[in-house]
């Protein structure tokens, strides 16, 4: 990023599985532009996680059946 003049970037807290912990959490990840996502590790075990993509396309790490839901909380001003 020190090349670049106006650095742009996105940053966010995404859900995330930890396939050693089996746990769902919240990671930050940070994205420069044009260049690969930098991805928090799991505030459980330490390990590194993947980012979910779409939340109700993902099963439950614990039984493996019931799919996930999505749900919006919060207000934004």
Not at 27 to 54: A, D, L, Q
Not at 55 to 72: A, Q, R, S
């Amino acid at each position: 990023m020190k090349d670049m003049e106006f650095p742009i970037y996105d940053f966010a807290y995404q859900p995330a599985h930890c396939e050693y912990c089996c746990q769902i959490v919240s990671v930050p990840v940070f994205t420069p532009m044009e260049k690969e996502p930098v991805v928090g590790r799991c505030p459980v075990c330490g390990r590194r996680v993947k980012p979910m993509k779409s939340i109700g396309k993902n099963v439950c790490p614990v039984c493996g059946n019931k799919t996930l839901l999505e749900e919006e909380t919060g207000i934004w001003d």
